[in-house]
């Protein structure tokens, strides 16, 4: 699987949007980008996939560039329970089906 | 909507011995994944089972077996405790092999 580069750390106000950028430039073009979250130890939670089109659902939008090398991913009102780890993995349509998980970034959700 | 469930959800062990987690997936998944989560490192995964065969397999000890069960559930035996072995264990269940993996609570593995 392509590796994937994010930010360390980012803060966003309250009721602000945050944005969640991810580079993939290895990626190649049958594999998916994968967005999970995990706040403080639970279970990492699925947010939204995405090939190359942009994807919205009811907890974020997914912004690909059209050369697929780079992601965002938008909360549009970020609430305090939105505070997580940000995982932003690039996971191959076919063969492995593992999840590799990087190193992330932290968002914190300032009041 | 149902969710993945894990149990124990707590375990303390001593060093040396064994410990058994479970995994029950969200109905209709027949796909099983095992990942575990050090203290302040991110999850990387073990082993995958689909359709009661192993299809994929990580850094997983030797020390460690899995197996998935005829009713789709998974679990994690884990032999000859150490203490590196102290972390959360994940399970994530999809409804195919290459479909969105849905995690559970975790096990939080304690070894004393």
């Known amino acids: 699987d392509a590796k994937t580069t994010q930010p360390t750390s980012m803060d966003c106000a309250e009721g602000r949007a945050a944005n969640l950028p991810c580079n993939h430039s290895t990626i190649s073009g049958n594999e998916y980008v994968y967005w999970y979250r995990q706040i403080h130890s639970q279970g990492p939670q699925y947010i939204i996939h995405g090939l190359k089109n942009n994807e919205t659902n009811e907890m974020a939008s997914l912004i690909i560039t059209e050369d697929r090398k780079s992601s965002t991913l938008i909360l549009p009102h970020a609430t305090l329970r939105d505070t997580a780890v940000y995982y932003c993995?690039?996971?191959?349509?076919?063969?492995?089906?593992?999840?590799?998980f990087g190193t992330g970034t932290r968002l914190t959700i300032i009041p | 909507a149902a969710g993945v469930i894990q149990s124990p959800r707590h375990l303390i062990k001593e060093k040396r011995e064994t410990a058994t987690l479970k995994c029950y997936p969200i109905?209709?998944?027949?796909?099983v994944y095992w990942y575990q989560q050090g203290p302040g490192q991110d999850p990387q995964f073990l082993i995958s089972?689909?359709?009661?065969?192993?299809?994929d397999k990580g850094s997983i000890p030797d020390r460690f077996s899995a197996q998935q069960f005829s009713d789709y559930h998974s679990e994690l035996n884990m032999s000859s405790l150490e203490l590196g072995d102290s972390a959360l264990y994940f399970c994530?269940?999809?409804?195919?092999?290459?479909?969105?993996?849905?995690f559970g609570p975790g096990t939080r593995l304690t070894v004393l």
């Open positions: 089972f689909y359709e009661k065969m192993q299809s």
């Open positions: 993995i690039v996971r191959a349509r076919f063969g492995n089906e593992k999840l590799t």
């Open positions: 109905p209709r998944h027949d796909t």
């Open positions: 994530a269940s999809s409804l195919v092999p290459k479909d969105t993996q849905y």
